[in-house]
């Protein structure tokens, strides 16, 4: 990258969780975002935005497209940021992202939930470098480019072992985001981190959507809260084969739930809120990817089978109702 050129940054996918990295990334880069729904309010207004931590303000990106094909007259990229919903039985982000990917040099970043969602990218493109992001931040776009976050945020930022050695373009990411005042957590093993934030989001997430009861209300449910427990056990056994990693299990679930009483009381997961929606929930990367894991391992998973065929049921379901 040449001192006298801007960091080119593609942002693909630019809801809330986009809205505020792109934000943050734009104070050091130049930042291009691809919008869809919220396009004509960002395009003429930029993103408003209320966040305890970073203050409130409008934010107007460099460019603003309609897809990533309309991007690449303000590429090359040096970075381009993934903050799609990671819906791989919905869409393949890969042939998404493709007209903007300079082989072998632009930067891949996922900021997505979701264990195993690096694979595919690299088969994709194997020499170009890539970045994965565990974001453990509350926002919401409450309206067309209105965007509320909560006071908490933190990446976790890492490589893919399977990837091209990708550590000077991660160590100057995380530099970018440190700039732009984001807490950066560095990890060495990003795969095992992926996998234990499944023992949270692979359990109260599906249970909460499907029951239609937040957080709390599972907890004070007797046999919901034991569905947790269930789900967490199965997850953590999986997760101990597939890493050769001992948990506590017992002990870990209980501090889980515990930290869930004090840290998310009446909290919705946003795979409930897109089940309310009648949105596409992320199953596989948050299930789907646990129990292929799980099977592999020759582990007999019944909960975990049962939670993820019910939450792709609703999945076939709303989207059958969308093509009617």
């Not at 919220?38 to 395009?43: H, I, S």
């Not at 690299?122 to 919401?140: E, M, W």
């Not at 776009?141 to 890492?158: D, F, S």
């Not at 809120?273 to 199953?283: A, G, H, I």
Request: aromatic residues 6%; charged residues 20%.
């Amino acid at each position: 990258m040449s001192s006298q050129q801007p960091i080119r940054v593609l942002t693909v996918g630019t809801g809330a969780v986009g809205a505020i990295y792109s934000w943050r990334l734009a104070q050091t880069c130049e930042v291009t975002t691809v919008c869809r729904s919220n396009y004509d309010a960002v395009k003429l207004h930029g993103f408003d935005i209320e966040s305890p931590k970073f203050g409130n303000g409008i934010f107007k990106p460099h460019h603003v497209v309609r897809n990533v094909s309309e991007a690449k007259e303000f590429g090359p990229f040096d970075y381009i940021v993934i903050t799609l919903k990671a819906l791989p039985d919905m869409y393949d982000t890969a042939d998404i992202i493709s007209p903007a990917v300079a082989e072998g040099k632009s930067t891949i970043v996922l900021i997505q939930n979701g264990f195993g969602i690096e694979l595919p990218i690299i088969k994709r493109f194997p020499n170009n470098p890539l970045i994965s992001i565990v974001a453990y931040i509350g926002t919401s776009q409450v309206a067309a480019g209105k965007i509320k976050m909560k006071a908490i945020e933190r990446l976790q930022v890492g490589t893919h072992p399977a990837s091209v050695d990708s550590t000077a373009q991660c160590d100057k990411f995380k530099e970018l985001l440190t700039k732009g005042d984001v807490l950066v957590e560095p990890v060495d093993n990003i795969e095992q981190v992926r996998f234990e934030k499944l023992f949270w989001n692979g359990s109260f997430s599906p249970v909460c959507a499907i029951l239609g009861l937040n957080t709390t209300q599972v907890i004070e449910n007797e046999m919901a809260v034991d569905l947790v427990r269930r789900l967490m056990r199965e997850i953590m056994t999986a997760a101990q084969k597939a890493l050769g990693i001992e948990y506590q299990i017992e002990a870990q679930s209980e501090a889980l739930i515990e930290s869930t009483v004090q840290g998310a009381p009446n909290y919705k997961p946003s795979m409930q809120l897109d089940l309310e929606r009648k949105q596409p929930m992320e199953v596989e990367v948050i299930l789907g990817t646990a129990l292929k894991s799980a099977k592999e391992n020759g582990l007999d998973v019944p909960t975990l089978q049962a939670m993820h065929d019910l939450c792709k049921s609703m999945n076939i379901h709303h989207l059958k109702k969308s093509q009617l």
